[in-house]
Antibody
Framework: EVQLVESGGGVVRPGGSLRLSCAASGFTFDDYGMTWVRQAPGKGLEWVSGINWHGGSTVYVDSVEGRFTISRDNVKNSLYLQMNSLRADDTGVYHC??????????????WGQGTLVTVSS | EIVMTQSPATLSVSPGERATLSCRASQSVTSNLAWYQQKPGQAPRLLIYDVSTRATGIPARFSGSGSGTEFTLTISSLLSEDLAVYYCQQYDSWPPYTFGQGTKLEIK
């Protein structure tokens, strides 16, 4: 059974940093691209960032480019999102999600439950 | 950026009836279009990918169709458990891989 379990969320002040982690199990992690998708409270889904199977290619939505860094450790079967210079509009639930292929340009076939990030003074 | 527009925003359908949800892209996304279901308090679940391919374990009452810029998700015979918000998403053109704003499906 595919499982994606996020951690690292919390409350942080504007300008602060957080590092999200995602522990993956139940599949061959380094066969798949991975993504982060966020959802602001009561709002829809926003694709934030993606990384291919070996970490050599990454992409970001414009609003987080230069502030967020996605990475992965294929030995530890883990995905990460380093978030710096956080802003109030970064608040939301961050879902770790698996792309349906080796890159990030596939439909998302499995989702984690998410971890809540709240940016507030 | 490709803008995905879903209609209607809210749809109310009786059990056993057909539900038809629409998704329009601001430019062609070829066949790189998916549908997701998000039930209250849960993570999204993949229903349909590549316009019309059902994901693993998805019942046959869910079907997808369309091409280019116009797409449809059809639920042929609604069950009460289908209460959810449904999102379309294009994964054809970055940046970014955009979602629609969602259609909330209510059960009459």
């Amino acid at each position: 059974e595919v499982q994606l379990v996020e951690s690292g969320g919390g409350v942080v002040r504007p300008g602060g940093s957080l590092r999200l982690s995602c522990a993956a199990s139940g599949f061959t992690f380094d066969d798949y691209g991975m993504t982060w998708v966020r959802q602001a409270p009561g709002k829809g889904l926003e694709w934030v960032s993606g990384i291919n199977w070996h970490g050599g290619s990454t992409v970001y939505v414009d609003s987080v480019e230069g502030r967020f860094t996605i990475s992965r450790d294929n030995v530890k079967n883990s995905l990460y999102l380093q978030m710096n210079s956080l802003r109030a509009d970064d608040t939301g639930v961050y879902h770790c999600a698996r792309a349906g292929g080796s890159g990030y340009d596939y439909a998302i076939d499995y989702w984690g439950q998410g971890t809540l990030v709240t940016v507030s003074s | 950026e490709i803008v995905m527009t879903q209609s209607p925003a809210t749809l109310s359908v009786s059990p056993g009836e057909r539900a038809t949800l629409s998704c329009r892209a601001s430019q062609s996304v070829t066949s790189n279009l998916a549908w997701y279901q998000q039930k209250p308090g849960q993570a999204p679940r993949l229903l349909i990918y590549d316009v019309s391919t059902r994901a693993t374990g998805i019942p046959a009452r869910f079907s997808g169709s369309g091409s280019g810029t116009e797409f449809t998700l059809t639920i042929s015979s609604l069950l009460s458990e289908d209460l959810a918000v449904y999102y379309c998403q294009q994964y054809d053109s970055w940046p970014p891989y955009t979602f629609g704003q969602g259609t909330k499906l209510e059960i009459k």
